[in-house]
């Protein structure tokens, strides 16, 4: 079986930063990509960050230059640094990654249980 475990989520200050993190833990034989998704009450799931198992980012257009994604593959955990906070920044946040597990040959798609984030102006 296989779980991902998010933490870092919180209040802050609009300016502020925070850094969540997600953590892979199981039967887990490679990660593909990492990925980063956020959702406010009412509206649909929205992409944020995104990156390959070889490093390679992408970032949605909002938090472009604000925030940083990164993993250690060595620990099976991808970061989200997250600078300049502002209060549209509110939601919560998922993480999500394609993950191969010992024995089988394609991987499967995993979720996070989500942290809430929150940005006070």
């Known amino acids: 079986q296989v779980q991902l475990v998010e933490s870092g989520g919180g209040l802050v200050q609009a300016g502020g930063s925070l850094r969540l993190s997600c953590a892979a833990s199981?039967?887990?034989?490679?990660?593909?990509?990492m990925v980063w998704y956020r959702q406010t009450p009412g509206k649909q799931r929205e992409w944020v960050a995104s990156?390959?198992?070889?490093?390679?980012?992408n970032y949605a257009d909002s938090v472009r230059g604000r925030f940083t994604i990164s993993r250690d593959n060595a620990k099976n955990t991808v970061y989200l640094q997250m600078n300049s906070l502002k209060p549209e920044d509110t939601a919560v946040y998922y993480c999500y990654a394609n993950i191969v597990r010992v024995g089988l040959r394609r991987g499967n798609d995993y979720w996070g249980q989500g942290t809430q984030v929150t940005v006070s102006s």
């Open positions: 199981g039967s887990i034989s490679s990660i593909n990509a």
């Open positions: 990156i390959t198992s070889g490093g390679s980012t």
